[in-house]
Nanobody
Framework: QVQLVESGGGLVQAGGSLRLSCAAS????????MGWYRQAPGKQRELVAT???????NYADSVKGRFTIFRDNARYRVYLQMNSLKPEDTAVYYC??????????????YGQGTQVTVSS
């Protein structure tokens, strides 16, 4: 079993910055891609950014140039630096990890979510 714990959400004014953190713990063989998703009220969950274990990144068009994803493989952590925040970035942000178990099965985990609210 793997646990993902997010932190760093909060309330910020438009144009401000926040950094989200996510720590993975538990028993597993390795973690492949990690990422962040978000879900705004009344909308479907959407991908924000992903990063492979080798550092290749992918971003939603809506956050390119404003958000940066990075990870610490040794500590099983992933981060999302969010700059130039806009009210439309308001959502619950979820950490995601693609985990390889000790018996080499693939699992997809999400954290419990952290609220990000951007005021205009």
């Amino acid at each position: 079993q793997v646990q993902l714990v997010e932190s760093g959400g909060g309330l910020v004014q438009a144009g401000g910055s926040l950094r989200l953190s996510c720590a993975a713990s538990g028993t597993f063989f390795s973690i492949n891609a990690m990422g962040w998703y978000r879900q705004a009220p009344g909308k479907q969950r959407e991908l924000v950014a992903t990063i492979t274990s080798r550092g290749s990144t992918n971003y939603a068009d809506s956050v390119k140039g404003r958000f940066t994803i990075f990870r610490d493989n040794a500590r099983y952590r992933v981060y999302l630096q969010m700059n130039s925040l806009k009210p439309e970035d308001t959502a619950v942000y979820y950490c995601n990890a693609q985990v390889v178990s000790t018996n080499f099965a693939d699992y997809n985990y999400y954290g419990q979510g952290t609220q990000v609210t951007v005021s205009s």
